[in-house]
C-alpha cells in the first residue's frame, strides 16, 4: 500500500505505509504562487518536471541523502523505485513557446504512478501515449492558461483510463497564478467524481477502484 499526499499545485508526495522511499514532486516555496509552503517529511527521491519557479523549490528539501532528479528522459531506478521519464511539450506548438516538461512513470511496489508535469496539449504522438499507458494514479494538470484546460484533460483521460485521476495545477483560493479552478474540469468531466475532505489517500494495489475515478483533494 502507498500514499499520496497533496502538497497544492502540482506538488505531491508519495512513500510506502509500511515502508519504503518517499518522493516528492515538483515541490513550490508556497508564497510566490499564494499558496502554504509545502511541508513534506524527508524525501529520499525529488522529481522535478521542468525548471519554472512554481516546481523546481527543491533545495531546501534535499539532503545529502536525497537523490534529485530534473526533467530526465528515459528509464531508470532509484533505491528500487522504476521510473521513466517521458519528454512532453509545455505548449500547443511542439514546446516552441514554452520548452518540454518530463512527465514521470512511477513503478512503486507495482502501482504505477504518472505525474504530467505542465503538460501542454492532448495530442500527442501514439509513441508517448503508449509510454503512459498502464497507469493506475495520473496526476494530470486542469487549469488552463500554461497547460491543458478541462475539455483536453478530460480527452486525454479517455486515452490513458487509469483507475485514479488526480487534477492539479488549478486556481485554489489565494492562489496568484490566472487558471481555472477544478469546478471547470468537473463540469465538462463525464466520469465518477470524489470530493474528500483531506490532502492525502491511500492506494491498494489489490482494492483499486474503476476506472476512471477522480479523487479532488483538499488543501490542507
Known sequence: MIRVKW????CFEIWGVEGGP???????D?????L????PGN??????????????????????????????????SIKGIKITGISVPHDEAGGKIRGKVTAYKIDYNGIILLHLGDLGTEKLPKRTLDEMSG?????????????IGPVAANRLLENITPNVAVPMHYWVTGMTLPIDPVDRFLEATRFRRYR???????????????PVSVFILELK
Open 7 to 10: 502538497h497544492g499545485h502540482s
Open 22 to 28: 518517499r518522493i516528492l514532486i515538483d515541490p513550490h
Open 30 to 34: 508556497g508564497g510566490s504562487i499564494g
Open 36 to 39: 502554504p509552503r509545502p511541508e
Open 43 to 76: 524525501p529520499d527521491i525529488i522529481l522535478v518536471t521542468h525548471d519554472h519557479f512554481d516546481h523546481n523549490f527543491y533545495k531546501p528539501y534535499a539532503s545529502k541523502e536525497t537523490i534529485t532528479v530534473k526533467w530526465r528522459e528515459g528509464a531508470f
Open 135 to 147: 497507469a493506475n494514479i495520473v496526476f494530470i494538470p486542469v487549469g488552463g492558461v500554461y497547460t
Open 196 to 210: 474528500l475532505d483531506t490532502n492525502e489517500f491511500d492506494v491498494n494495489k489489490d482494492a483499486l477502484p474503476e
